[in-house]
């Protein structure tokens, strides 16, 4: 096999390797190409040219893939890829309900068991005990049950 044809095979196969552990980590397949292409260029010098020329590509494509790995994996490359924010956004707890029993608000519709309710400047979904409130009146919640609001309309 001609020398450029194995300088072509390991070129290649770093390339793919860069590509795999700088670019595009994780696909897996550009990365096994990439072995695959660099194990095959060893292979033919080992064959062609000699054990002492198989060992010499060999040492040197050992040495510049463990130094791509290093390279790729520093923390600083891997800023670009991780996510390394915290999250400290928050959400309503259901089991902390924002509007509390004994607060009062507005009806926005009819509650036909159930609708929608103004409690200071929030809308709330709502619902009753089956019984019917007209749009615009005014209610007292009586009781969180799980994630409802339940009220009734005060007298």
């Known amino acids: 096999m001609d020398w450029l044809t194995i300088a ?3 070129l290649f196969g770093l390339a793919f390797l860069v590509v795999e552990i700088i670019f595009i980590p994780g696909t897996t397949v550009v990365g096994l190409v990439g072995f695959g292409l660099l194990a095959v260029g ?20 050992a040495v510049l893939v463990g130094a791509l ?3 790729g994996l520093r923390p600083r490359n891997l800023d670009k ?17 924002d509007v ?21 400047d929030d809308r709330r979904e709502v619902t009753t005990r089956g ?4 749009a615009d009146s005014e209610v007292l919640v009586i009781g969180i049950e799980h994630n409802r609001i339940v009220v009734r309309q005060t007298a």
């Not at 890829?81 to 309900?97: C, F, I, K």
């Not at 029993?101 to 409690?119: E, W």
């Open 100 to 120: 509390a029993p004994g607060a009062v608000g507005r009806t926005l519709s009819a509650l036909r068991p159930a609708g929608t309710a103004l409690f200071a």
């Open 69 to 71: 790995v290093y390279i």
């Open 8 to 10: 072509l095979l390991l």
């Open 131 to 134: 019984e019917f409130v007209d």
């Open 42 to 61: 060893i292979w033919f010098s080992y064959r062609d040219y000699g054990s002492a020329t198989g060992h010499i590509l060999l040492s040197a494509s």
């Open 81 to 97: 890829m991780a996510l390394m924010q915290q999250n400290h956004g928050h959400v309503l707890d259901v089991r902390q309900a």
